[in-house]
């Protein structure tokens, strides 16, 4: 299967600090990429969809100016967590979309995720 | 909007016996895919199953299969000889014009 990596697997950062996730699809292109959030032993809340080449698309109630999302290449997306805060600490979770040209619904495959812990 | 349900927070079964996980779903749209994910301890997510709403045969891969009712809007599924690995939380998941994720299931197997 698809193989998404995630970086780093762990941060700790000072409240007011930025920090910056990377989401890679290692062995395929991936036009769409997705940022989830997941607090513990709850689902996973969709925070935004990140296209290649053009602006993530935010859900509601997610703060853009706060979650920066950058997709420039098609096997990376970056989540920018700007001015931290400890309400920002959470489990980030990346997933790709993975082209399906034999026919299989899409599937998502996804990183490891990242834990975030905000001081 | 879409909806996933999981009415089953917690659940347990004994090591080499068979448990089902209940999902339903609420939609309008025709076409669609549903999926079970597995998430461990090492919080990966892991894909587990899929199903594709138009195919009315249930898909199975080895110890899982599922038990999906389109009419009735049910995706369960069916873990076989459950094993120690199996511990984990399980996510059913819809895919229409977005991806939603229900709020999962925490299946231990017990020795």
């Known amino acids: 299967g698809a193989v998404v990596s995630q970086h780093p697997s762990r941060v700790i950062c000072k409240s007011g600090t930025s920090v910056k996730i990377e989401c890679r699809s290692l062995?395929?292109?991936?036009?769409?990429m997705f940022w989830y959030r997941q607090f513990p032993k709850k689902s996973l809340m969709l925070m935004a969809t990140?296209?290649?080449?053009?602006?993530?698309?935010?859900e509601q109630g997610v703060e853009k100016d706060k979650f920066l999302i950058n997709h420039a290449s098609l096997t990376l997306s970056t989540l920018t967590v700007t001015s931290a805060h400890p309400e920002d600490s959470s489990f980030y979770i990346c997933?790709?979309?993975?082209?399906?040209?034999?026919?299989?619904?899409?599937?998502?495959?996804f990183g490891p995720g990242t834990r975030l812990l905000v001081l | 909007a879409q909806t996933v349900t999981q009415s089953q927070p917690e659940m347990s079964v004994q090591e080499a016996e068979t448990v089902t996980l209940s999902c339903t779903y609420d939609?309008?749209?025709?076409?669609?895919?549903l999926f079970w994910y597995k998430q461990p301890p090492s919080r990966q997510m892991i894909l587990v199953i899929r199903?594709?709403?138009?195919?009315?045969q249930n898909a199975t891969e080895n110890r899982f299969s599922v038990n999906f009712q389109k009419a009735a809007k049910s995706f369960s599924l069916k873990i076989s000889d459950s094993q120690l690995g199996d511990t984990a939380m399980y996510f059913c998941?819809?895919?229409?014009?977005?991806?939603?994720f229900g709020t999962g299931t925490s299946l231990t197997v017990i020795p």
């Open positions: 997933s790709a979309r993975f082209p399906t040209p034999g026919g299989d619904p899409e599937t998502q495959y």
């Open positions: 062995d395929f292109q991936a036009t769409t």
């Open positions: 990140s296209n290649e080449g053009s602006k993530a698309t935010y």
């Open positions: 939609t309008s749209e025709n076409n669609y895919y």
């Open positions: 199903q594709e709403a138009y195919k009315q």
């Open positions: 998941a819809f895919l229409g014009r977005q991806f939603y």
